[in-house]
Nanobody
Framework: QVHVVESGGGLVQAGGSLRLSCAAS????????MGWFRQAPGNEREFVAV???????YYGGSVNGRFTISRDNAKNTVYLQMNSLKPEDTAVYYC?????????????????WGQGTQVTVSS
C-alpha cells in the first residue's frame, strides 16, 4: 500500500509560478514512475508529466517548456515546478505512482493517487 499526499497548490496570477510537491509513503517497492495529472471542471483528467525512477521525463503538450518535473528517490517525493502559468492551467492537480518503469501517460496505469491540490491562475 502506498499513501500519496500533494501540497503546494494555491492562487497565482497569470505569468507566475508555483511548485507542487508530492510525497509517497508505504511500500517503496511499488513505486517506479511518478506522474502528475490535472482535471478542470467539466473536463477529463489530463496527463501533465511523468518521471521514471532513473529521472527520465515526459510532458504533455500543453505544458511542455513551462513545467518541470523532478524527484528525490531517497524521499519518494516528486515535484512539479510550474512557470509562465496561464488561466487554462487552472485545475485540481493529482499526483500518482505507478509500478511500471516506463514513462506511463495513461491514468489507468497508475496504482495510487493523492487527493489533489487546487491550482488557480487568475487573468
Amino acid at each position: 500500500q502506498v499513501h500519496v499526499v500533494e501540497s503546494g497548490g494555491g492562487l497565482v496570477q497569470a505569468g507566475g509560478s508555483l511548485r507542487l510537491s508530492c510525497a509517497a509513503s508505504g511500500s517503496a517497492f511499488g513505486i517506479n514512475a511518478m506522474g502528475w495529472f490535472r482535471q478542470a471542471p467539466g473536463n477529463e483528467r489530463e496527463f501533465v508529466a511523468v518521471i521514471s525512477r532513473t529521472k527520465t521525463t515526459y510532458y504533455g503538450g500543453s505544458v511542455n517548456g513551462r513545467f518541470t518535473i523532478s524527484r528525490d528517490n531517497a524521499k519518494n517525493t516528486v515535484y512539479l515546478q510550474m512557470n509562465s502559468l496561464k488561466p487554462e492551467d487552472t485545475a485540481v492537480y493529482y499526483c500518482a505512482t505507478s509500478s511500471r518503469g516506463s514513462l506511463v501517460q495513461r491514468a489507468d496505469e497508475y496504482n495510487y493517487w493523492g487527493q489533489g491540490t487546487q491550482v488557480t491562475v487568475s487573468s
